[in-house]
């Protein structure tokens, strides 16, 4: 597994600073966002796909904060890039962006709003931001279904690069049915927190779903 990145810690003091891509282009951290990038886009051409998913073995080791700043970096790059919340247990990103959430990815795959009326511009770059919309009771059902690759489809019409937030891979089967469908998976793994053991679980899991491993991201390294 092609490791990407080391990711350091400068982001827990300052709440504010989630998006720290955004309000601190200078720092070493949205450097090492942009080596992200980078290393992505050599690993993503040999395999084709502009969607990527993005998990990690389990809960709280900061898959939507690496998903929102590395889509800041790419956006500041002239990509059009889309944010998709497919964590539809605990979904983050439109916090992280300060958007609503009353219309998002759950409303598409119900059918309730086109993708296009459910997608949202942000003030950085050619970002947008499709958020999870309200919290459905059927989530691995929705994204597993039709609508959803249709879904997937339409946007790599659209957009450059698509990442796609998830919940733990290890946790729920959602993300399994992600990773089938998605196939490009990068996993977000925190320093010290993941054991070895979880890793490599996570590894043949997704090997199950027959997705690719991109690479990992060491995330909060001081
Ligand atoms: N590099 C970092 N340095 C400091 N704090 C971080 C870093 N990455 C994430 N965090 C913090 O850790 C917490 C969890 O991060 P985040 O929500 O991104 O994790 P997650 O993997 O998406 O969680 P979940 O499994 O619930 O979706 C947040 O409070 C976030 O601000
Ligand atoms: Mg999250």
């Known amino acids: 597994m092609l490791m990407l990145k080391r990711l350091r810690?400068?982001?827990?003091?300052?709440k504010k600073r989630n998006l720290i891509t955004y309000t601190n282009p200078e720092s070493i951290i949205t450097e090492e966002?942009?080596?992200i990038r980078t290393n992505i886009q050599f690993t993503s051409e040999e395999h084709n796909c502009k969607a990527i998913l993005m998990t990690s073995p389990s809960t709280e080791e900061g898959k939507s904060t690496t998903?929102?700043?590395?889509?800041?970096s790419m956006a500041q790059q002239k990509d059009r890039v889309l944010i998709i919340d497919a964590n539809l247990r605990n979904p983050r990103i439109h916090s992280i962006f300060k958007l609503n959430n009353s219309i998002g990815l759950s409303s598409v795959l119900s059918n309730k709003k086109k993708f296009t009326e459910a997608i949202k511009?942000?003030?950085i770059g050619k970002l947008e931001v499709l958020s999870s919309g309200p919290i459905p009771d059927n989530p691995a059902e929705l994204l597993g279904s039709y609508?959803?690759?249709r879904l997937l489809d339409l946007a790599s019409q659209t957009f450059d690069v698509i990442l796609i937030d998830s919940p733990s891979v290890l946790d729920y089967s959602d993300t399994k049915i992600l990773a089938n469908q998605c196939k490009s998976?990068?996993?977000v793994v925190r320093?010290?927190?993941?054991?070895t053991e979880k890793v490599m679980e996570a590894k043949k899991v997704l090997k199950l779903a027959k997705a690719d491993l991109l690479g990992a991201i060491i995330n909060q390294v001081s």
């Open 121 to 123: 511009e942000t003030n």
């Open 191 to 195: 320093n010290g927190r993941s054991k």
């Open 9 to 14: 810690s400068t982001l827990k003091k300052n």
């Open 33 to 35: 966002f942009r080596t």
């Open 67 to 72: 998903v929102a700043n590395l889509a800041v």
């Open 147 to 149: 609508e959803f690759s």
């Open 185 to 187: 998976v990068i996993l």
